[in-house]
């Protein structure tokens, strides 16, 4: 045990987080169960650590641990958990929770064997953890930590404190509050090099950014999808070609019976595949108003813009880049659906959206609202696209 303090006093002295998140405001600490999930390099292990460094600090009530330790393989979470609330633990924070067989069944059992002692605990976006985890349905709060918005990316390049705003704040003020944070910083400045890198936190590190995102995809595919579904090894290199061809064929409805014969499976599996990808954070489905999976989508895009410039850059257009940024922003609060021929997509049920590149000629309509790329001030229903980056 006093090796896990050592560990945990090392990582919560040398923990830095660049940017506070939201996220931390919005989780209701009182709860004894809470789950954390996100997609790989968004920052989940930083986030556990940034929250102890900021309620305890090297205090002994609270302790982090990872599953990841080889402890874990000969002794239970149950066990530890015990020992450590008999020394006067409070709070655990567990990283990378899946790595546990059984996970889902000890931490129940702790939560009615310990009512005193509260456990944080990560995992991927690909676990369900109430559809598929029984016993925790009505005990756990799950929250879901995303990579950086343009406004997290805005505030850590420039050292300001931006706030977000709601979609129906942006959609009756953004002139007023363009203008307000044109005051301070020209956004555009920066808009690009979001788009380029700006969704994933470790573009800070001192490594090649290309290379450090295709590892952590290449991870997703291979921890997040194969260990948590428990698919076969061998089936590896269909789900890497699948995100591959998808990747390539840029943002359309997928040709299931192409897909199926070009990675010799069936429509099925593709399916399921393309459903375990979007689990991943990996790839988004975008469907008709009033459909959704299992069936066919009418819009796969890579699931943010720096996707698109690691995974094959050669073809990445601008107006699919802005398309993506756009639906990314939306989906933490909002419903995207498809639009017709006339809209890029359909926010909510209710509001049309056309996305403009720059020096796009189009014959306003006063039923659509625009997002204007490259413009740092709008007007009436034409609204800057960056400014949707401040969603979240």
């Known amino acids: 045990m006093e090796a896990f303090y050592r560990t945990h006093a090392y990582l919560v002295e040398h923990t ?24 790989r390099g968004v920052g989940k292990t930083t986030f556990l650590l940034q929250y102890a460094k900021e309620k305890f600090g090297t205090d002994r009530s609270c302790l982090f641990i990872n599953m ?23 709070v655990l924070l567990i990283d990378q929770v ?3 067989p059984n996970w889902s069944q000890e931490l129940r059992m702790c939560y009615d064997r310990f009512p005193k002692l509260k456990i944080v605990f990560t995992g991927s976006s690909v676990m369900r953890l109430k559809e598929e985890n029984v016993e925790l349905r009505d005990i756990v709060k799950s929250y879901n930590l995303r990579g950086f918005s343009f406004r997290e990316f805005l505030n850590l390049q420039t050292g300001m404190k931006f706030r977000a ?4 704040e942006i959609l009756h003020s953004h002139e007023q509050i363009a203008k307000g944070i044109l005051t301070k910083v020209r956004p555009l400045d920066y808009f690009k090099d979001y788009l380029h890198h700006g969704f994933y936190p470790f573009f800070l590190e001192k490594r090649n950014f ?4 295709l590892k952590t995809m290449n991870m997703m595919v291979e921890v997040d999808i ?3 579904k428990q698919i076969e090894l061998k089936y590896l290199s269909k789900i890497k070609k699948l995100l591959y061809l998808l990747a390539v064929d840029g943002p359309k409805a997928p040709n299931v019976s192409q897909l199926a014969k070009e990675i010799q499976t069936s429509r099925a599996t593709v399916m399921n595949y393309i459903k375990y990808l979007a689990d991943a954070r990996l790839i988004n489905m975008v469907y008709p108003q009033g459909e959704e999976f299992p069936k066919k989508p009418s819009k796969i895009m890579m699931h943010n813009s720096s996707l698109m410039y690691s995974i094959y850059p050669v073809k990445v257009e601008m107006q699919d880049v802005l398309e993506t940024f756009f639906v990314n922003s939306m989906w933490k609060d909002h419903k995207v659906n498809k639009g017709d021929k006339n809209i890029s997509f359909l926010v909510d049920d ?8 720059e020096g796009s000629k ?18 009436g229903n034409q609204i800057p696209l960056w400014l949707f980056g401040f969603l979240y």
């Not at 080889?70 to 008999?86: K, L, M, P």
């Not at 209710?350 to 590149?357: D, L, N």
């Open 165 to 168: 705003y709601s979609l129906e």
């Open 226 to 228: 194969l260990l948590i």
């Open 68 to 90: 990841n330790n080889f402890y874990f393989s000969g002794h239970t979470i149950v066990d530890f958990a015990d020992e450590f609330q008999r020394r006067g633990g409070k």
């Open 210 to 213: 290309s290379e450090n995102l």
């Open 98 to 100: 899946f790595k546990y």
């Open 362 to 379: 189009f014959k306003n309509n006063p039923e659509i609202i625009y997002g204007m790329h490259q413009a740092e001030l709008g007007r």
């Open 16 to 39: 830095n987080a660049p940017v506070r998140r939201d996220l931390m405001d919005e989780i209701d600490w009182n709860d004894r169960l809470i789950g954390i999930k996100g997609t």
């Open 350 to 357: 209710t509001m049309p959206f056309k996305i403009c590149p």
